[in-house]
């Protein structure tokens, strides 16, 4: 029996779609924070659970049974590594064999500000007993697509991640990897994930003006300015310093990665920024 957490969320819903492709449904548990969202895949033939992060009470139960389970980590980033500890204790408690783990590229060695919970949930894994398998995600692809748009408008790509080097991979790359380990048979390993192509901003600037037949160009600028400008964009103060800070940390090559382990583990290329940048603008 597989269990997935976080199953109608962004990146859930795309690990569902992928792995009912090739697993019956009756052996597939969509654990969820609100069953009704999962009604269509309720529909589908899978089992749906409850089993919410803040109520570890939930969290027990809706593994009792399972296998391989995995853990798409939670989107509450500050309260990441409580609720993780939750469902790794639950897990082990249902007698999980298996945990995947959807982790950060190079967690154990990233100055990104969001490795920290990743680390110490990987931490928390490793001394659970468990099996563990991570799944260390790199930048995805539709962090950069809000921008686009504006970048157009303004004929300018703010960043500051100066020229370094960004491995990008779309959300339904990384949910057909996160199908393809789930439904396969290792019980340990480190995926480091990453698309197979890898851009600097004012590579993506020239993209977005290709797309868009018209001059954008990339200015570099501080991560407090970038910080303040996203802020005045609209974001969220929070938001606005991971993004900012990814992006400094992006300049020292923290999002950048040649290995194609997840090109190879999908079993096809990874898709390209400028496939979905053409799609944003030109439909």
Do not use: C
């Not at 939670?74 to 993780?84: P, Y």
């Not at 609209?234 to 290995?259: C, M, Q, R, T, Y």
């Amino acid at each position: 029996m597989y269990a997935v957490t976080g199953a109608t969320g962004q990146l859930g819903r795309h690990v569902m779609a992928d792995l009912v492709k090739t697993t019956p449904p009756a052996s597939i548990i969509a654990a969820v924070r609100d069953p009704a969202k999962a009604a269509p895949l309720a529909a589908q033939g899978i089992q749906v659970r409850e089993a919410d992060y803040d109520r570890p009470e939930t969290l027990e139960a809706a593994f009792q049974g399972v296998e391989r389970l995995l853990l798409i980590s939670s989107s509450a980033v500050g309260r990441r590594v409580t609720q993780h500890q939750a469902v790794i204790a639950a897990a082990k408690a249902a007698g999980v064999s298996v945990v995947l783990y959807t982790s950060l590229l190079h967690a154990d060695r990233s100055a990104i500000g969001l490795a920290e919970e990743h680390r110490q949930t990987e931490a928390a894994l490793r001394d659970s007993g468990l099996s563990v398998v991570l799944l260390r995600n790199g930048w995805y692809a539709e962090n950069y697509l809000n921008g686009v748009s504006p970048a157009v408008t303004r004929g300018v790509l703010f960043g500051a991640a100066g020229d370094g080097r960004i491995s990008t991979a779309s959300r339904s790359d990384y949910a057909a990897a996160a199908a393809v380990a789930l439904a396969g048979a290792e019980t340990s390993g480190v995926y480091e994930l990453a698309g197979d192509e890898s851009w600097t901003l004012a590579d993506l600037a020239e993209v977005i003006s290709k797309a868009a037949d018209k001059p954008v160009a990339y200015k570099d600028i501080s991560e407090a300015a970038y910080r303040e400008a996203l802020i005045g964009a609209g974001l969220p103060e929070h938001v606005a310093e991971i993004v900012a800070n990814a992006d400094a940390s992006a300049a020292k090559g923290a999002l950048f990665d040649d290995s194609r382990t997840l090109s190879r583990l999908i079993g096809r290329p990874t898709i390209t920024m400028t496939q979905m940048i053409n799609a944003v603008l030109n439909g």
